[in-house]
């Protein structure tokens, strides 16, 4: 059996129920910063009673409370079920079982402490609180919870807090006493000194009384015995401690050396292998074992980030009884595992919602992002909202066009009701991801019903894609010297295909397949597709009179000065933007986008340089923006004279950013 | 297996002997099962009989009933039974189940398991109540899916409602009123609820519970002459024949029934019909019932009615075996269905097993009891006879209230602690009119209270709290019910409300005024109580007002008025209540299960109602000779049945069953 849904009110942050299903075997939980991830594994431990006698119990800062601190849930609720009960624990677990036999357990607590301040939890099973509950069955139960890594060395020496401590007690299981008579027959040894080894510890146990008795006397005196520390088994097994040899292979104890001389990331390294030890012996564990662990990467190069997750897959695949929950912020473990074992949670209005990626119907596109959700792109489960662009120039200047849009927007929402956005893209926690192409209806898909997929659960975030126009490259007929047609071999006029430069007055119709799922992602409530009105995102921010910077740019980058590329540009330049033949602007734009092109220059050197160049002038003019903003509005205009953002991009930014769009 | 073979064996499991001697002559042995008596430890596996023995060692695997005779020792047979079988048991993940009919016979034998058997939880083993298991684990568990309950906030629980609730303080019970009136005569009408109805899968008909003894099938009372008559005027008053035929008054009742089980409410019988139920529509759900538990043991199994025996039945037939112990002869529980005739028929093809040695009574009070109830199985008075011919008395009264007095002086006169002895009744009634003068009924609530509470005694201090309280929380904006000595709904801790009563109580004992009873009438005092009594509110309030959520200056002070009727009665100091020498008076039902040194059972004065008076025990078969079994074999050494006065013949009768007539 397995726990196949979580539901959680009124606790950390949750205050409106939410829930969560889980998978059998391995769940990722992923997602931004203060989502919920930690609420759930807390959830768990405290419901299946891990450490309960410990710290964990409940105190007033687990009662959700709003934000503004006005609104505080009045109790706390969290329920679990579990799933598919061989017939054997639907008779162990009967107690728990609702009528389908499901296992059900239930916890309440009520806000309001008793006088000694202590929280009374209510524990109930199956689907009516007046049935019987059996406490004992949460003996049936493992629940073994990893905190994140902060600090290894603590981990390994010796003490309560252990690992080491942790594993060994496992490891010794019942068959304690073996262990314990040798400490205790050693200390024995010692303290009776029967073959006269340690005459320097009687000697000094002999004087120690008799000086007790000389400065007491007799009567009033006690007496003093000197032995080897503590001889319980959890004493011995806590006070052992780890050593190291900086190669493998060493058997002489005398070289091991203490973990406080090791480098930190190789006592990260025999933590991991600490923790393996101890997932190892669950193996011949056949209870129900829940595995609770957060923030594995903690520490963590990425090759062993891979291994680590890896080695859990093969755990739980092979052992049905387990169920391991992670929680992760690292792209690299997210990007390193089946997306059916990904669950992502963001929180949204006061509750944390989870969405299994498993439960997303993505049709024929699961394969491709199973194979292409790599390091990068996973940032998207990391997000608060995406931008996703075909390649590196968009992904280079959208962050720097951002900031322009995102300050226009913010002047233009201040006298209205609407709420203001972020100042930046990082602010906002929105990525923006280059999926090196326009495959775009497997990465939407997350997010819409589009390309033939429907379906309820999607990521509930903003998500928008810039695409191209990419209009079909115009045909024209192929003429000789005469003016006369050139007729092929079979009499036809023959023709010649070249590049397309539409202008706003005389648009042409795109070529790019990613537009047929404007439609569809438009009216999604997360996801919108925009796309160049144009040509390419170039072209249009050429097209939206920036040729001055641009060709500012350009001249900055090729390698011949004073050459003719240099001298157009400086034409370009001269001109100042003030077009009036539309023609005219489309042939400086033609100009301009052919260059970056040429193998002197590139389009992600280009972007780099231009980004470069706009991002030191806008930020010289926002510097200039006075505290009380009162000449926002003139400074925003000198950084519209900078650069005119064109519309769709300004869409893609302000809808990622969870802003209103006009239409 | 010999006698002693069987005490060897069960005296290396439970007492884990490990030597050859006999379990009698261990007293080494530090784990040891023994009791004390008389100074001297009795071993208490040695002093087993053999009967005993045997059923300890009866089989499992077998459907067995235990005949046990009253004073059998059942109880501790059933516990020695129940910690071999345990001290046994390997499995985790099902048990025994010990089912009783009463908490305190669950507790006793929890005491037992637990002194044997020396583990500190019984898991997965149950001993509880029949009640408690058939609900908590099949009706709460499985009902809803079958009756449909709506559930409160993820709970589908019942709520166990009383067929005689009170609706005064249950207005929501008006949600649960039928259209149906109860016509229980000329013009004489109440309301029919839907707490009051069940079905009844025996008669396979619906019954309405009138009263505590008054019950009948829609259909009788469909037909009834008051009922009848009702229909017959209302179809004259419409002139339509139509109205109020049996299928509309059935539809009617049945509906309001079932829209009172939906909402989550039932009443005793339904609950047995929910678990009958789900164990009817659904095999897996008696299957893993059995599994879990594959033995049940029943205690005291004559008290089993007929939907309790099918529904062990089904667990029966799904695979457990049923061990039922008890004594067909004490059945008396006819008004919930316990029918031994059925019972007996039922244990029919199970083996029967044997305890006839009585080791509660002596020999006197074995005979006479088993000849009055014509019971002809040889039993064995166990116990010393130590009042030769004054074991069996009667004794003729013309008082009730001077029986108490006469009984003590017996007791006196042969030595006999009236703490060990009891005066049994057949109806609390009769039980109240023996008793002189009951503190609930109070109506000098102040006045009493000072008195008990000037006793100083725990007991009498609790009574004076409740009385003072029930007349505080009139002034105090009253209080929702009785907890907590009526602590006032507006008075936030209960806790300051008892020292705010204690203070009150305190200060009128101090006032000389108040605390002066001599020699005065009711009016007088009451006279003098509203002079000095609110000041001594006011004050004694200053230290409550600061947990008073409506503090109030007692401007108007409300006036305590001298109770109608007492004005011109001197005041009658209260001579202890229940003074320490009294004796206990229990109800028969209550005393099943306990022995005493002494019990004086009364007859009622007349033949009203069943099972009350001594002729009856005598002469009428059935439940009343039951009744008259119980109540006699509760004694130990002397049993006295108190009679009203005889003539001559009843004289004759009672003195040839071995009465001894006593004055």
Known sequence: MYISELKVAGYKNAKETSQIKFNKGLNVLVGENGSGKTTIINALRLILKENEFSYMNISEDDFF?????????????????????????????????????KAQLHLEVNANPNRKGYYKKEVWGGQSKASIFEEETFECIDCIYFPPLRDAEEKLVNGKKSRLAQLLKKQYGDNKEKLVDSVKGF??????????????????????NTKLVETLGSHLGQSVNLQFAETTFNKVVESIKMVFFPLSGETDPNKFRDIATNSLGYNNLLYIATVFAELELLKDNNLVTVLLIEEPEAHLHPQLQVKFIK???????????????????????????????????VQKDERFVATALKDINMSNSKGYLNRWLDVTKSTLLFSKGIILVEGISEAMLIP?????????????????????????????GVSVININGINFKHFLKLFSDCDNSSGDEKLPIRCSGITDNDPGKTEIPLFDQDGMPILSDDGEPQKKFIETYPLSSNPSKGNNSALALIEDVNKSKWARLFHSPLKTFEYDLAMEKNTKLMAQTLKILWPIENGKVSKDCEKIIEYDNKYVDENLLSEDAKFIIEHIDDENVGKGTYAQQFAEIIETQINNELFKIASDKSNSTAILQNINKLINVPKYIEDAVIWSCGGDLHD | MTKEEMQEVLSKVLCRKDHPLHCDSCSHNPNKISSSQEDRFICRISEKTEQQLQYIFSSIKQ?????????????????????????????????????TFTNEATETIKNRVEQFSKLSSLHPHNIGTLTGFLHGF?????????????????????????????????HWLENYKSKIPYVYGAGKQESIYANQIYYDYQKKDYYIQFSENYKLTITEYYNSKNFQKFVQDTRNKYNNNELYKIEYVKKQLISDKVKFLKDGFANFEDMNNIAFKALQENIKVASIISKRFPIIIVDECQDLSWIEIQILKKLKDAGSTLHFIGDLNQAIYDFKNA??????????????????????????????????SSITT????????????????????????????????????????????????????????????????????????????????????IMALELAGKQLQKWLGGSKNKDNYFCPIDIKSAFRWRIFIKDFLEACCSNSFINNFENKKYGEWYKTAREQLPSILLNTYKSLKEYDENPRDFNSFPILRTPSGTTESAIDAISMFEPPTSIRINTIHSAKGCGFESVMVVSSKDQKSIGGHWKQWIEVEGESKRIGYVASTRAKYSLIWAVPKLNAKDRKQLETYGFKRIE
């Open chain 1, 400 to 428: 720097v066009l951002a900031q322009i849009t995102l300050a226009k927007y913010n002047i233009s929402v201040s006298e209205t009701s609407k709420k203001p956005l972020p100042s930046s893209l990082e602010e906002a």
């Open chain 2, 339 to 372: 029918n031994p005739t059925y019972t007996k028929e039922f244990l029919s093809n199970f083996i029967c097993y044997k305890l006839t040695d009585n080791f509660r009574s002596c020999q006197p009070i074995v005979d006479v009891s088993n000849r009055i």
């Open chain 2, 138 to 170: 099949i009706a709460q568990k499985f009902g809803y899916k079958f009756f449909g309950n709506n559930g409160r906030n993820g709970d589908f629980s019942y709520r166990l409602i009383d067929k005689m609730m009170d609706t005064f303080k249950n």
């Open chain 1, 187 to 208: 200390n024995d040894i010692i303290t009776s000194n029967a073959d006269g080894n340690y005459n320097e510890i009687e000697a000094a146990k002999k004087n120690i």
């Open chain 2, 63 to 99: 459907n067995i009933f235990l005949e046990a005779c009253a004073g059998s020792g059942k109880t501790e047979v059933v516990g020695m039974k129940m910690s071999y079988e345990i001290s046994k048991w390997t499995d985790r993940n099902n048990g025994i189940a010990v089912l």
């Open chain 1, 65 to 101: 409370i709003s934000l503004d601190k006005q609104v505080s849930s009045e109790n706390i609720k969290i329920d679990i079920t579990f799933d598919s009960l061989t017939p054997d624990e639907e008779v162990t677990f009967l107690s728990w079982c609702d009528a389908e036999f």
């Open chain 1, 311 to 345: 080695y859990l897959k093969q755990l739980t695949d092979m052992l049905h009884n387990t169920q391991v929950v992670i929680t992760t912020h690292s792209p690299v473990l997210a990007s390193s595992i089946s997306i059916d074992n990904l669950i992502h949670i």
């Open chain 2, 378 to 461: 040889t039993i064995a008075g166990r116990t010393n006879n130590k009042l030769s011919d004054n074991s069996v008395c009667y004794y003729e009264y013309d008082d009730l209230q001077v029986l108490q007095e006469k009984y003590s002086s017996f007791l006196n006169l042969f030595n006999i602690q009236p703490e060990s002895s009891s005066i049994l009744v057949r109806q609390l009634s009769l039980k109240s009119n023996l008793q002189v003068r009951s503190a609930q009924k109070s109506i000098h609530l102040i006045l009493d209270a000072i008195q008990l509470w000037k006793a100083k005694q725990q007991s009498t201090r």
